[in-house]
């Protein structure tokens, strides 16, 4: 049984100042959970003004946790790498207690070389910076006093205070796009989150990750979060005409390809697509983006499909739906998001019931 909830970059909008922008986004939550959303997650991104506003997203969770209390909430991702893990850990640890537990902690190594650049780490050390984080965070959290001198990190006697709420510690999540490091998740029993791809590679991912983690000796459910952009509107028609401009925004601001005046054409996103990810998304047009499952975009019943395709590809437990991207307006975004739990989920709950496999909202 999948979940839903929502994934929020927490976009600059033209005209709206941050303190006001903030204010949005936080009424944007409790509409969310009003709607039955069960899981609510930012991103952590530096030195931008537009693409997302949140270089401190556990302060902004901190602000929403007591308005929404019936939200998970978590960040996707925590970039490990441009991290003390000390004060991180002391962090999470903090916002855990204040949530009661309804805290996850999404770890990554990011895909900005620009944010590498401007805090001068070699992005090549992100993959040790990261692991070594990571293990470092977990023996605070579980040990305690703790000793560690490592190759990027030091501490002598640290303590951790206050302890999580959740014990051993709040569940991990890592955002993973190669086998890789979907494999290093699965041996430590770390949920994982993917964003775009195709049904068919989404269910390759999600049996190299049970296979990895079910040899490592695990057993339970394997964690699987999937993340796409949507946009619901009366026809197909209407839905791709609407997002052509706003997704493509949003594309322009990943990729950091900022160009002004770029028709969003087919062959632009191509380009733009392209870039992303170093050249592993790959390279779509903005209809092979909708005709592969890889942004969600149509009528109620067109994303109802589109859903229940990626349910049906692998195990999800929650989807996590964008539902504010680009340049899209707040009006838009509201409907967009009101549209996907009243018009949307009751299809997919539908649609999956009869395979023996209900969505839950």
Not at 110 to 137: C, K, N, P, V
Not at 244 to 268: C, I, K, M, Y
Not at 299 to 308: G, K
Request: glycine fraction near 8%.
């Amino acid at each position: 049984m999948a979940r839903f909830g929502v994934w929020d970059l927490v976009h600059a909008r033209a005209g709206v100042d941050t303190a006001d922008l903030y204010a949005q986004h936080l009424e944007e939550m409790e509409l969310a959970q009003a709607l039955g959303f069960s899981e609510y997650w930012v991103a952590e991104h530096i030195f931008h003004r537009e693409h997302s506003v949140l270089p401190s997203p556990n302060v902004f969770l901190a602000a929403a946790a007591a308005r929404v209390p019936q939200l998970r909430l978590g960040v996707l991702v925590h970039v490990l790498p441009l991290h003390d893990p000390l004060r991180l850990a002391g962090e999470c640890a903090m916002l855990d207690q204040l949530t009661r537990g309804r805290i996850c902690i999404g770890v990554g190594r990011g895909a900005r070389l620009d944010e590498y650049r401007r805090l001068g780490i070699d992005q090549a050390t992100s993959r040790g910076r990261f692991e070594e984080a990571l293990d470092l965070m977990l023996r605070l959290w579980t040990e305690d006093r703790v000793d560690h001198e490592g190759s990027y990190y030091r501490c002598y006697g640290a303590t951790l205070a206050p302890q999580p709420y959740q014990r051993p510690h709040p569940p991990l999540v890592m955002a993973t796009v190669g086998d890789e490091s979907l494999e290093w998740a699965a041996r430590r029993a770390i949920g994982i989150a993917r964003g775009p791809e195709t049904a068919a590679a989404l269910a390759r991912a999600k049996a190299g990750y049970d296979a990895a983690y079910r040899t490592a000796g695990h057993r339970g459910r394997p964690s699987l979060r999937i993340m796409r952009q949507v946009y619901v509107a009366a026809t197909d028609a209407e839905a791709r005409e609407a997002a052509r401009p706003w997704l493509f925004r949003f594309f322009q601001l990943f990729a950091g390809l900022d160009r002004s005046g770029v028709p969003p054409t087919n062959e632009a996103y191509a380009e733009l697509t392209g870039a992303a990810l170093g050249g592993r998304f790959g390279r779509w047009t903005y209809d092979e983006l909708i005709d592969n499952d890889l942004v969600l975009i149509g009528s109620p019943a067109r994303v109802a499909a589109q859903v229940e395709r990626l349910l049906r590809a692998a195990d999800v437990e929650t989807f996590l739906g964008m539902f504010s991207f680009g340049t899209m307006p707040r009006a838009a975004a509201l409907t967009n998001l009101q549209r996907f739990a009243e018009e949307v989920l009751p299809q997919v709950g539908a649609g999956l019931a009869e395979t023996g496999a209900p969505a839950s909202p």
